[in-house]
């Protein structure tokens, strides 16, 4: 058997053996087994695309701000970079309160605002290199990751399209999208830029205006190897959203949380059917073009394209 159908096999296994009520913190020690297993196959696959892709630049190279995304636990030894639409604020309001800055354990009392807040959280930044040389060889790494088509839809959802909650997105970018790559646009859409098409939020991401480069790279749309640099940072556990509530229960597991139950993930029923519906308004070549910017995600973090166009890209 291949490598990647050992990875499939265990996938399957975790998921039949998981108990269904883990988010009560019940743990089954033979569920939490596999999805260690499959934990391990994770990095190596990410540490294999690594080799292959040549993304050997270092750490020591980057900019403060590229590394504000890695938050810094010491207490639980913990170095988590978060990822927007990958479960990050229930991740961000768990961590405020093990760090004793809310007085209460339920992690949905927290409004969803405030873990996003500026100043709230030690990050990778705000140390020295040799705090971080230290902090990167003896502390747990975790990311959390997912399909990076399914993570831009979600984030075009959430953020610009007309029934979005963001009224900000709305204003400072939706506008701004509207202007420049729509022809004729009405006067009500110039003035509250609230319906943004998926495949003008599409020619945004790849032309790459220079016009619009103060938003074109936000943290909710920008790929997840520039944000948490998984080639030069082994992660220790690498979570993805398709079986967060595995790896959500072998991450407390790890930094020896109890107590706090992570919440619930909201239904993902329909997935597909909505993948389908806003990609299939996208042409080819414009396919093509955003799965260049997010090349390095699907390649290192193994998810495919086939599902959605029929094959993969190269």
């Not at 205006?209 to 998984?230: F, G, M, R």
Request: net charge neutral; glycine share 4%; aromatic share 12%.
């Amino acid at each position: 058997m291949s490598f990647r159908g050992i990875v499939v096999v265990l996938f399957l296994n975790v998921r039949f053996f998981a108990n269904c009520n883990v988010y009560d913190n019940e743990i089954n020690e033979h569920s939490l087994e596999l999805t260690q297993s499959l934990n391990l196959a994770r990095q190596e696959l990410i540490q294999e695309a690594c080799r292959r892709f040549s993304r050997n630049y270092k750490l020591d190279d980057l900019q403060p701000d590229q590394l504000r995304h890695i938050l810094v636990d010491d207490e639980r030894k913990l170095l988590y970079c978060y990822v927007p639409k990958v479960a990050c604020t229930n991740w961000k309001r768990l961590l405020l309160i093990l760090a004793g800055k809310w007085n209460n354990t339920d992690v949905l009392s927290i409004p969803g605002h405030i873990p996003h807040l500026p100043g709230m959280f030690k990050d990778l930044s705000m140390v020295t290199a040799q705090e971080r040389e230290h902090m990167l060889n003896n502390y747990h790494k975790m990311v959390f990751v997912r399909n990076p088509f399914e993570r831009l839809l979600s984030a075009y959802r959430n953020k610009l399209e007309g029934d979005s909650p963001s009224q900000y997105f709305q204003e400072h970018v939706g506008r701004r999208i509207i202007k420049t790559y729509r022809e004729n646009p009405s006067n009500q859409s110039l003035e509250f830029g609230n319906d943004v098409t998926f495949k003008e939020f599409a020619m945004f991401l790849t032309n790459k205006s220079e016009e619009l480069a103060d938003v074109v790279n936000n943290e909710h749309w920008q790929p997840i190897t520039d944000l948490c640099h998984p080639c030069q940072i082994k992660y220790t556990l690498v979570g993805k959203y398709e079986t967060l509530l595995d790896d959500v229960l072998l991450a407390l597991h790890t930094i020896q949380v109890t107590g706090v139950n992570f919440p619930r993930l909201t239904s993902t029923s329909g997935t597909a059917q909505k993948l389908h519906k806003y990609y299939s308004q996208l042409d080819l070549p414009l396919i093509r073009r955003l799965y260049k910017l997010y090349k390095y995600d699907f390649k290192i973090f193994d998810y495919h394209l086939d599902s959605l166009v029929g094959f993969d890209l190269d």
